[in-house]
């Protein structure tokens, strides 16, 4: 005999898991992507000096963040 189906609770408990755990990836995306603009928005402010002396210039910003 085969084990009996999984209850409707099981099921929903599972597909409510999946996307709990859908909005916690896409928000830790949200915050990575805030941080990324946070660190660009610091570097540009700098001056070419003080971009100079830690090793990117202006054009590099993106890249090096």
Do not use: C, K, Q
């Amino acid at each position: 005999m085969a084990g009996s189906p999984p209850s409707r609770d099981a099921i929903a408990s599972s597909s409510n898991r999946g996307f709990l755990l859908f909005i916690a990836f896409l928000l830790s995306r949200i915050r990575a992507y805030w941080r990324f603009r946070a660190s660009i928005r610091e570097l540009s402010h700098l001056s070419d000096r003080e971009l100079d002396d830690i090793g990117i210039s202006r054009y590099e910003i993106d890249t090096a963040v």
